[in-house]
Structures are given as structure tokens and as C-alpha cells.
């Protein structure tokens, strides 16, 4: 009985120690990664130039609107009510008619962003995933959300940046 639980630790152990180290686990810095992509900077700058062009219009309904306002107060004393409330009226649809445009232009730009991001995501992903089964990585955490790694703890995101052709 002695020599059968013997031979039964002799094989069950370094099978587990063998099991243990090939568990590894990695860390990446994603935003390293996402940040030096080719695509996250494409996206940037049409992200950058949509926002200019939402910016502008913007500004063009505010300076429609402060040249109305001032000729409002310049002639109000000479106007008579109708005209005067008609006006009034004018000014706050502009007004309206800016704060729509802004929160417009707030869903456009978010929508934009989600549209555009996706594929830059579902890329990293799958890069991630190649050099996790490659490597025979157990899991691949993201550094953003560590508290703690040992200096033996593997960097994965030189091995995501070659996987996507990254320098």
C-alpha cells in the first residue's frame, strides 16, 4: 500500500508542477496598444474634423443669433408690440434651435466614435486572443486595472504590438 500512494505522488506531482507552469498569466496596456495603432489615429482625426464642422456651424448660429439680439436692443424702443414680440419669438427659436443642434451634433459625435471604434477594438481582440493561445497564456489582463505585478510577471503588449504590426 506504501509503495502504491509512493508511486502515485512521484507521478501526480510533477504532473501537477507541470500543469501550474504552463499557466501563465500576462498583462497588457491596452490604451499603449490602442493608442499606436494606425486606425485609433485615423479615427482621431476624423473624429477631430467632424467635431471642427459641428464647432463652426455652431458658431455661425451664435453669431446669427448675437447680430439679431443686438438690432433687437438697438430698435426695440421703436418697434411697436407686435413686431417686438415677433421678434422675441424669432430669438428663442434661434436659441432652441442651437441647443438642438448642440445635442445633435453630441449624438453624432458619439455615434461616430462608437462606429468607428468598434472594429479598432474587435482588432485589438483578436490580436489579443492569438498571442494569449500562442503563448499558452491562462489569462491576459488588462495593466490599466492591476494594483500589483512581480517582476516574473509576463508583458504581453510587445507580443499584441508585433501581432498587429505595431513598432
Partial sequence: ?????VL???????VIAFAQENQKIAYVNSMEVLTT????????????????????ELKNMSDEYTKKLSDYVNQQDSLNESIKARRQ?????LQQRAETFQQYAAQQQDAMQQ?????????????????????????II??????????GATDATPLIKR?????
Avoid: C, H, W
Fill in 37 to 56: 495603432m494606425p486606425e485609433y489615429k485615423q479615427m482621431q482625426d476624423s473624429l477631430n474634423k467632424s467635431q471642427t464642422e459641428f464647432q463652426a
Fill in 115 to 139: 462606429r468607428l471604434s468598434t472594429p479598432i477594438y474587435d482588432k485589438f481582440q483578436k490580436a489579443t486572443n492569438e498571442v494569449g493561445k500562442e503563448n499558452n497564456f491562462l489569462y
Fill in 163 to 167: 501581432k498587429l504590426g505595431i513598432q
Fill in 8 to 14: 502515485f505522488a512521484l507521478v501526480v506531482f510533477p
Fill in 89 to 93: 419669438q424669432e430669438l428663442q427659436d
Fill in 142 to 151: 488588462d495593466s490599466q486595472v492591476l494594483r500589483y505585478s512581480s517582476s
Fill in 1 to 5: 500500500m506504501f509503495k502504491k500512494i
